[in-house]
């Protein structure tokens, strides 16, 4: 019996797939105002002091929480340096490994308490990764393949691949180079308009009614997490409680002060704050921003609660 002969077209929707989506995941993180600053809730930062401690790999995120802004940028440029080899057809088993290793830290630390185990995505991405790692080969149109060819019609085809390999990844290099400045450039320019004062931002100033309505006489014993009228009611600030986990303070628009973790109930991602509701970027759960209630997707209960109180214009963990 002959070779089964492969058609090439029957790996392009997952080749397609993967390609598209760890170039969207790297730029999207890149070009993320909140993704490198350790204060917002949705920052690399954040995400490895609140995984660190229920992921088997913790002492791993411990290491990397000294350098969280490095790992970030290599997570992210490596997302995009995998997806656009993939799209490439590049080092098509270098690229696969990549992405392998990606979707094994991301199972390992964001997903490991995902139940039943095929809700999370990355285990998924674990598995699509091993077709290119054991093929070698995505076939059809790649530069790997453009790189054989011209090889094997050259008097010297090793000298010939080598310089044509150099080529396509410094070519590659400068590609993936050019569009993660390009997505750092958007994040500065819409973290600099975000911190701009615009027309319809919340004026923070507490009137003298709030004053004597909201704050209490006596100071409380606490560490001191705000400054009241720096949150603009409507709005939640990040903080860490007493335990080194990240949690939101938030502003109801009633004047009141509460804070809830930040620590999804669910599989451990961080919550942010929008439209007075906590939502979960990871699985869609959302959180009611009055109660911690879970309101929708899969958290298996409610947020926690953390005690706050205010005194002199400022909030206290009590
Ligand atoms: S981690 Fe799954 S919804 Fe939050």
Not at 12 to 24: A, E, M, N, S
Not at 172 to 195: D, E, N, Q
Not at 249 to 261: I, N, Q
Request: aromatic share 8%; with cysteine; net charge neutral.
């Amino acid at each position: 019996m002959g070779d089964v002969v492969r058609p090439w077209w029957a790996l392009l929707p997952l080749r397609l797939f993967l390609g598209v989506t760890f170039t969207y995941a790297g730029l999207s993180k890149l070009w993320n105002p909140g993704y490198l600053d350790g204060s917002s809730p949705s920052s690399v930062q954040q995400q490895i002091l609140a995984l660190q401690h229920q992921s088997p790999i913790g002492f791993l995120l411990g290491w990397s929480a000294h350098a969280p802004t490095l790992v970030g940028v290599l997570i992210a440029v490596g997302e995009l340096s995998v997806g656009l080899a993939t799209l490439a057809g590049l080092l098509v088993r270098i690229a696969a490994a990549g992405g392998f290793a990606l979707a094994t830290t991301f199972f390992l630390t964001v997903s490991w308490h995902t139940h039943p185990y095929f809700y999370g995505s990355d285990i998924v991405f674990m598995a699509a990764w091993t077709v290119p790692l054991l093929l070698g080969s995505w076939g059809g149109p790649s530069l790997d393949a453009f790189i054989a060819r011209h090889a094997a019609a050259d008097a010297d085809p090793d000298r010939r691949r080598l310089v044509l390999g150099a080529g396509a990844v410094g070519g590659m290099a400068l590609l993936t180079g050019a569009a993660a400045a390009v997505a750092a450039a958007a994040a500065h320019g819409r973290r600099a308009s975000s911190a701009a004062p615009g027309p319809s931002s919340p004026s923070p100033a507490p009137t003298k009614t709030h004053r004597s309505q909201r704050q209490q006489p006596t100071q409380p014993s606490g560490r001191v997490i705000a400054q009241a009228a720096q949150v603009a009611p409507g709005s939640a600030v990040s903080f860490t409680d007493n335990s080194g986990t990240p949690a939101l303070l938030v502003h109801e628009t009633s004047g009141e002060f509460r804070a809830f973790s930040a620590v999804c109930t669910h599989a451990g991602c961080l919550v942010g704050y929008q439209s007075g509701d906590f939502f979960c970027p990871c699985h869609g759960g959302r959180y009611s921003g009055l109660t911690g209630a879970v309101i929708a997707g899969p958290p298996p209960t409610p947020l926690q609660q953390v005690q706050v109180s205010v005194s002199n214009g400022e909030v206290f963990l009590t």
